[in-house]
Nanobody, 124 residues
Framework: QVQLVESGGGLVQAGGSLRLSCAAS????????MGWFRQAPGKEREFVAV????????YYADSVKGRFTISRDNAKNTIYLQMTGLKPEDTAVYHC?????????????????WGQGTQVTVSS
């Protein structure tokens, strides 16, 4: 059974940092494009960052560029999202997603597997 499990969320003050993890199980995800999305209350799920299967290519939403860094450890079947300079508008449930593809995907509908999410709350 394929499963993605996020962790590392929490409550942090503006300007602070958090590191999210997404552990995949059920099969190897070393050939998958993997991404992070977030959804705030009353808003649609939005793209945050994506990393290619080998980790060579990354792409970020303009709103997080320069503050967030996505990485992966294929030996551990895990991806990470290092978040710095957090702002109240970053408050959301953060989900990781996976798709067996060599393409860098930024649209939620392109992904096959999703985690349940981890809450990130940034206080002002």
């Amino acid at each position: 059974q394929v499963q993605l499990v996020e962790s590392g969320g929490g409550l942090v003050q503006a300007g602070g940092s958090l590191r999210l993890s997404c552990a995949a199980s059920g099969r190897s995800f070393s050939s998958d494009t993997m991404g992070w999305f977030r959804q705030a209350p009353g808003k649609e799920r939005e793209f945050v960052a994506v990393i290619s299967w080998g980790g060579r290519n990354t792409y970020y939403a303009d709103s997080v560029k320069g503050r967030f860094t996505i990485s992966r450890d294929n030996a551990k079947n895990t991806i990470y999202l290092q978040m710095t300079g957090l702002k109240p508008e970053d408050t959301a449930v953060y989900h990781c997603a996976a798709r067996n593809s060599r393409r860098v995907l930024t649209t939620a509908k392109d992904y096959d597997y999703w985690g349940q999410g981890t809450q990130v709350t940034v206080s002002s």
